[in-house]
């Protein structure tokens, strides 16, 4: 196990003139397309890496000529407007709910790149010129590629789907979320999801409760320890699927069960389903008559793993060092929400 960042990018976001294409939009309509650039978002794309767009320009002319492109389709929430770049590559951020510190930016413009840079020092900047060698940059080359990663973008465009209609809604949010016909399936980890469940520790930050990340053979180890359970949940809606989008280790001992990680993906938070996955847990504990306790390290981005432990009936009984030992009180056992269909698989 280790607690070491590993920087990798989620997103790149991308300038439009002189960057994704030669020319300026407004002053000459026939600008062409760069076959290098569109070779980087296939690349990319592929990786699991997203992108989006922070661009001076005008917004309708610009999708129109990324649809003659064909290339429309790879961009996530693109900011096309008059406004600063920074505020564009925040807001990018904030609509997809990753850090900031996951985002790359590509301008042909050093000062844009000065002005990001300032604004957000996390982000990777990086001048159009050098475009093409943006693949073989390490924080560019995820240690395993998964099903997951290359459904990444059809992913959040579903999402995009749900919030649209979830927008739409006329009624309560629970009747909203009853209308998705939600499938959540916890099960044991199979070899087959253990890089899905490397990813998972390394992607996610704010749903992560102890902030560790583990390797793809460190959880093969604790997949095939007696001692231990590793479980993955999965996700789908009348939307499509999810992915795997949960992950929870637990060590087993005679007296007491500990939480040694729990996580989930950002994309899901909300829809309801945080607690689900520790819901079956101190159910599971229960009927097995032993306690349960959780580790938890605060970081400065998983309080709502905090919020949720504190609600479901975890109190602070120790500490080692960083670490929070948090154990249930035995009586908080909540069901699964009416508007989610959880199947758990032995």
Same mark, same amino acid.
């Given at each position: 196990?280790?607690?070491?960042? &590993?920087? #990798?990018?989620?997103?790149?976001?991308?300038?439009?003139?002189?960057?994704?294409?030669?020319?300026?939009?407004?002053?000459?309509?026939?600008?062409?397309?760069?076959?290098?650039?569109? *070779?980087?978002?296939?690349?990319?794309?592929?990786?699991?890496?997203?992108?989006?767009?922070?661009?001076?320009?005008?917004?309708?002319?610009?999708?129109?000529?990324? *649809?003659?492109?064909?290339?429309?389709?790879?961009?996530?929430?693109?900011?096309?407007?008059?406004?600063?770049?920074?505020?564009?590559?925040?807001?990018?951020?904030?609509?997809?709910?990753?850090?900031?510190?996951?985002?790359?930016?590509?301008?042909?413009?050093?000062?844009?790149?000065?002005?990001?840079?300032?604004?957000?020092?996390?982000?990777?900047?990086?001048?159009?010129?050098?475009?093409?060698?943006?693949?073989?940059?390490?924080?560019?080359?995820?240690?395993?590629? #998964?099903?997951?990663?290359?459904?990444?973008?059809?992913?959040?465009?579903?999402?995009?789907?749900?919030?649209?209609?979830?927008?739409?809604?006329?009624?309560?949010?629970?009747?909203?979320?009853?209308?998705?016909?939600?499938?959540?399936?916890?099960?044991?980890?199979?070899?087959?999801?253990?890089?899905?469940? *490397?990813?998972? #520790?390394?992607?996610?930050?704010?749903?992560?409760?102890?902030?560790?990340?583990?390797?793809?053979?460190?959880?093969?180890?604790?997949?095939?320890?007696?001692?231990?359970?590793?479980?993955?949940?999965?996700?789908?809606?009348?939307?499509?699927?999810?992915?795997?989008?949960?992950?929870?280790?637990?060590?087993?001992?005679?007296?007491?069960?500990? &939480?040694?990680?729990?996580?989930?993906?950002?994309?899901?938070?909300?829809?309801?389903?945080?607690?689900?996955?520790?819901?079956?847990?101190?159910?599971?504990?229960?009927?097995?008559?032993?306690?349960?306790?959780?580790?938890?390290?605060?970081?400065?981005?998983?309080?709502?793993?905090?919020?949720?432990?504190?609600?479901?009936?975890?109190? *602070?009984?120790?500490?080692?060092?960083?670490?929070?030992?948090?154990?249930?009180?035995?009586?908080?056992?909540?069901?699964?929400?009416?508007?989610?269909?959880?199947? &758990?698989?032995?």
């Amino acid at each position: 196990m280790t607690t070491t960042t &590993v920087t #990798t990018v989620k997103c790149v976001v991308w300038d439009l003139d002189n960057t994704v294409w030669d020319g300026v939009l407004l002053e000459d309509g026939d600008v062409t397309l760069r076959p290098a650039v569109v *070779e980087v978002l296939r690349t990319l794309d592929e990786r699991g890496i997203l992108h989006s767009i922070a661009s001076r320009n005008d917004h309708e002319a610009a999708m129109a000529k990324l *649809e003659e492109f064909g290339i429309a389709e790879y961009f996530l929430h693109p900011q096309i407007h008059w406004g600063n770049k920074s505020d564009s590559v925040r807001a990018v951020a904030e609509a997809i709910n990753i850090g900031i510190d996951t985002l790359a930016f590509v301008d042909d413009q050093p000062f844009e790149r000065d002005e990001v840079g300032f604004a957000h020092p996390q982000v990777l900047c990086i001048d159009a010129l050098d475009a093409p060698e943006i693949p073989e940059l390490p924080a560019m080359r995820p240690r395993f590629v #998964t099903a997951d990663s290359r459904e990444r973008r059809h992913l959040y465009r579903a999402d995009i789907r749900r919030k649209d209609a979830e927008q739409a809604h006329r009624g309560t949010d629970e009747d909203f979320l009853a209308s998705l016909g939600m499938r959540f399936t916890i099960a044991p980890a199979q070899e087959r999801d253990l890089q899905r469940a *490397e990813e998972l #520790t390394v992607r996610t930050n704010q749903l992560n409760a102890t902030g560790y990340t583990y390797s793809y053979e460190e959880l093969d180890a604790f997949r095939r320890s007696p001692d231990h359970d590793l479980l993955v949940a999965g996700l789908e809606d009348t939307y499509g699927t999810y992915g795997k989008i949960g992950l929870a280790l637990v060590e087993r001992g005679e007296d007491a069960w500990t &939480v040694k990680l729990l996580l989930m993906s950002c994309r899901v938070m909300s829809r309801g389903v945080g607690s689900v996955l520790l819901n079956h847990l101190i159910r599971s504990a229960h009927d097995a008559g032993v306690k349960l306790r959780a580790e938890f390290v605060p970081t400065n981005r998983n309080r709502t793993m905090f919020v949720t432990y504190k609600f479901s009936g975890f109190r *602070e009984v120790g500490r080692n060092g960083d670490v929070s030992v948090l154990e249930h009180d035995g009586t908080h056992i909540q069901g699964f929400p009416p508007y989610m269909d959880v199947t &758990v698989e032995h």
